[in-house]
């Protein structure tokens, strides 16, 4: 009974940030569209950024859909990198505000714990996305496991290894500018595939930089 009442407040939250963003998404009207009260929530969730975490997973399922199909080619790891940064830069340029949360948010930390344990909620979604590599993936921040990608790449010798190091830094500071440029417009026809289009030539500026093959 628990479980599926901690299901229906993720799920219920879910289509209120579908259809209204974050910015809808407040205690009392979850209470209500879930047909309870705040203390109930309060009861399955440490506060509404808990929830909001939970229910926000499932705008990651296309995204890690691809970070599978990703992992299981042949490609080089700049290049795998570079696709991992494209895939995530689609996705997160058209809901920005739930990006945001997800990954600079006040349980960005936890997200990899969070992703694990939705899909033991809701295991009938393990076949859209490969559920357990992404909970792997995301165990850390998303500066650490750029890092892990570069050292990757340094390994293979496209970059001098602290030149990687400086490179995964630089890619996320100009990843979170842009998004952030693109906050409060991104829903405006055209606008988020504008901001995929600016960073992913930001990103291949720096990669020419610093590549030594």
């Known amino acids: 009974m628990a479980e599926n009442k901690r299901k229906e407040l993720i799920q219920k939250t879910y289509e209120i940030l579908r259809d209204y963003g974050p910015e809808g998404a407040k205690i009392r009207t979850i ?5 309870c009260t705040s203390t109930v929530i309060y009861k399955y969730f440490n506060d509404l950024d808990h929830l ?5 997973v499932k705008f990651l399922e296309g995204y890690t859909s691809d970070l599978g199909k990703i992992f299981d080619s042949n490609m080089n790891a700049l290049d795998m990198g570079v696709l991992m940064w494209e895939r995530f830069a689609e996705s997160a340029f058209k809901n ?12 960005k930390e936890e997200l990899g714990d969070v992703i694990f ?21 995301f165990d850390g921040d998303l500066y650490t496991r750029n890092r892990v990608m570069l050292r990757r790449a340094a390994a293979t010798g496209y970059f001098l290894y602290d030149d990687a190091m400086l490179l995964s830094d630089l890619q996320c500071y100009f990843f979170y500018g842009v998004l952030m440029e693109y906050k409060d417009k991104y829903r405006e026809p055209g606008k988020a595939q504008e901001g995929v289009e600016r960073f992913m030539r930001i990103l291949q ?6 590549r030594i093959k």
């Open 96 to 107: 920005i505000h739930v990006y945001e949360m997800l990954f600079w948010g006040k349980y």
């Open 205 to 210: 500026s720096l990669i020419a930089k610093y």
């Open 117 to 137: 344990e939705y899909y033991q909620l809701f295991p009938e979604e393990l076949r859209h996305c490969d559920g357990v590599a992404a909970s792997v993936f």
């Open 52 to 56: 909001l975490l939970f229910s926000s």
């Open 31 to 35: 209470a209500t569209k879930a047909g």
